[in-house]
């Protein structure tokens, strides 16, 4: 799912996470620059023109699909504008309460059960 997409010069950065494999990628201008395993979100570095800048993910529930996404030069956040669209955000807030709701039901389900089989093992 695409998280973010900021434009810095003329060049177009995406962040993508899938809330499954929990895999981060960042995409510079289309090309697969950075990807990395987290669930809690990471540090990405990125070259543009000679200048190293880094992509800092977290979780942020107040932002579409619970992710936030920063970009710094040095120790500067730089000030851009998250560019995904309305229906992207749309889609990023379904697909997040699904993994909720389904992440609930499994986990009720198997607490429920769980303690069924633990009283039957103690009788």
Known sequence: MKHACFILDSNKIEFFNNPITGVETVALNGREVSSKFSFF??????????????????INFLKAGGA???IYKGAAKLNLINRITKSEKLM???KFAACCIIGGVIGAYL?????DLIFEHLH
């Not at 990471?42 to 880094?54: A, C, D, R, T």
């Not at 607490?111 to 303690?115: A, E, P, Q, V």
């Open 41 to 58: 979100g990471g540090l990405h570095n990125l070259k543009i023109n000679e200048e190293i800048y880094k992509l800092q993910v977290g």
């Open 111 to 115: 607490g429920f059960y769980g303690i």
């Open 92 to 94: 990023l807030n379904l």
């Open 68 to 70: 936030s996404a920063s």
